[in-house]
């Protein structure tokens, strides 16, 4: 999933240091969107994709957008 995000750990690492080590999750997502709105449509875009294209019953395995965010923030936080 993430591989369609170009310098995604720099990215983070960029996100983590406009906001400091200490941000609260919802700080992360928030200052990720303002500095990586294209990337944050990609994520939207991809999940939607995801929801079109898995059959009625099923579940794909990418949690929603903000859920993905608040993943990335937890395995990523220095």
Not at 34 to 56: A, G, H, M, V
């Amino acid at each position: 999933m993430g591989s369609f995000i170009k310098f995604k750990k720099a990215k983070i690492e960029n996100v983590f240091k406009n906001t400091g080590s200490n941000c609260s999750e919802e700080e992360f997502v928030t200052t990720f969107k303002l500095l990586y709105p294209d990337d944050w449509l990609k994520i939207q875009d991809f999940w939607l994709n995801e929801e079109r294209c898995t059959p009625p019953g099923k579940k794909h395995p990418m949690p929603d957008p903000e859920t993905y965010m608040k993943e990335m923030y937890r395995n990523h936080k220095p």
